[in-house]
């Protein structure tokens, strides 16, 4: 059986990496539909190598008959367009910090906490987590389950991508008139970001902490163990695609380094790439279009009692997003629809 899948927001970064995963995965949709505002319908997004869909608007869209809808379409347009989808038997798949938290939504990361998503025909709607949430615990998990994890503290290092395609190209101007000497003056991002970095993503909350930085806290404690403490600095870098976190961990129990790596290279999604030598190591240039989680820069830390330190990197638009939607979207498939 073939599904009828919407993909909302396909003229995004997200959007299109979605319609790629799509393709690259075969997923068993018999018809796939590009959605997003009034003024892009009528043009055209690649859905595959070969393959051209015709954006249609989602104002006019009806989803009865639409099995599953991806959605990445911004926070606003989803807490609008994802009820009436879920409502109308599509069961939605989002991609933004709309539904996240509400306690009836799984927010899911495959890899971690498939179980959770039994719960997801109360509201018809699945949540995915922040995408510097997604790989952080997909690398924490087999080593929550060695060794109770009591405190994570997280430096991350996250591409402008994660900003939108806006952002990116807001790098890619900022470097050229920096080059020839002109003025880089910021338009979306609140600091020049080429030859920079900014340690601001999303809004400021009262005690001097950022949304982005809350979110990787809460989404953490929901997906993989309330009890976990979590304390982040968010910080965008000139990285068009990629994002990096640098990961100090707190056991309860003692856990080897021949536990670690047992642990990390046994864990679905994951690739330990640590070899003690120049390069030997994964940036987020060698992540971009990769599937898995990678893991470097594995030791211990001596500064607490049972410490360890990571450096953490993945695709952000794939992992991060589109490839862990379609994950879910393939275990509904699979198992429950």
């Not at 919407?6 to 959007?15: E, I, K, L, N, Y």
């Not at 047992?262 to 003690?276: F, N, R, S, Y």
């Not at 953490?312 to 509904?332: C, F, H, P, T």
Request: charge should be negative; include cysteine; proline fraction near 6%.
């Amino acid at each position: 059986m073939g599904y009828r899948v919407a993909v909302v927001g396909a003229t995004g970064a997200v959007g299109h990496e979605l319609l790629g995963v799509l393709s690259e995965r075969a997923f068993p949709a018999d018809e796939v539909v590009a959605l997003a505002s009034k003024s892009s319908a009528g043009k055209e997004v690649s859905f595959g190598e070969r393959k051209t869909l015709k954006v249609q608007s989602l104002d006019d869209y009806d989803f009865e008959g639409t099995d599953i809808g991806l959605f990445s379409p911004g926070a606003e347009v989803s807490a609008r367009y994802a009820p009436r989808a879920a409502k109308a038997g599509c069961v939605v798949i989002d991609n933004t910090s709309h539904f996240r938290m509400d306690d009836d939504v799984p927010l899911i990361v495959p890899e971690v906490n498939l179980d959770a998503l039994a719960d997801f025909r109360q509201r018809n709607i699945i949540a995915n987590p922040n995408c510097s949430t997604i790989q952080m615990v997909v690398a924490l998990k087999p080593l929550h389950d060695v060794a109770r994890i009591k405190r994570v503290v997280v430096a991350t290092y996250q591409s402008v991508s994660g900003a939108g395609k806006e952002a990116m190209d807001e790098l890619y101007s900022q470097t050229r008139k920096l080059l020839v000497a002109q003025d880089p003056a910021p338009k979306v991002l609140p600091k020049q970001i080429a030859f920079n970095v900014v340690p601001q993503i999303d809004d400021f909350l009262d005690d001097g902490s950022t949304k982005e930085e809350l979110k990787m806290a809460r989404e953490t404690r929901k997906i993989l163990d309330p009890e976990i403490d979590v304390v982040a600095t968010c910080v965008r870098v000139p990285v068009f695609v990629g994002h990096a976190e640098a990961i100090n961990i707190e056991f309860h129990e003692p856990i080897t380094m021949r536990e670690t790596l047992e642990a990390l290279e046994e864990a679905p999604g994951i690739e330990v790439v640590d070899k003690h030598a120049p390069g030997g190591y994964i940036t987020p240039i060698d992540c971009v279009g990769e599937d898995q989680t990678f893991v470097s820069r594995i030791r211990p830390d001596p500064t607490v009692p049972h410490g360890l330190s990571l450096w953490v990197v993945s695709d952000n638009l794939r992992k991060g997003a589109a490839l862990n939607a379609i994950q879910i979207a393939e275990e509904l498939v699979q198992n429950y629809l």
